[in-house]
Nanobody, 121 residues
């Protein structure tokens, strides 16, 4: 089992920045690929970004490329999502997730409880 706890959400104006963090505990964090996902009201959960277990390969949804950066610190068992140039359409609950292999779908084995990000126009 892997337990995941997100933090760092909040309210920000359009054009602003937020940094989300996800703290992992349980099974060896360094063995898992990590992903960030989001779900807006009335919409399905969607892939945002992912990183392999080494941190050397990253993947992004087209809508966040150039604005969001995913990173991980295996020594601290954390994965982060730096979000810049935020837009109102980025408003959603953001989830981190862990999986044995990196995927750009929602088929991850372990999920956090989510953190709300609200971007005002």
């Amino acid at each position: 089992q892997v337990q995941l706890v997100e933090s760092g959400g909040g309210l920000v104006q359009a054009g602003g920045s937020l940094r989300l963090s996800c703290a992992a505990s349980g099974r060896t964090f360094g063995h898992f690929a990590m992903g960030w996902f989001r779900q807006a009201p009335g919409k399905e959960r969607e892939f945002v970004a992912a990183i392999d277990w080494t941190g050397s390969s990253t993947y992004y949804h087209d809508s966040v490329k150039g604005r969001f950066t995913i990173s991980r610190d295996n020594a601290k068992n954390t994965v982060s999502l730096q979000m810049n140039s935020l837009k109102p359409e980025d408003t959603a609950v953001y989830y981190c997730a862990a999986n044995q292999v990196v995927l750009v779908s929602t088929q991850y084995d372990y999920w956090g409880q989510g953190t709300q990000v609200t971007v005002s126009s």
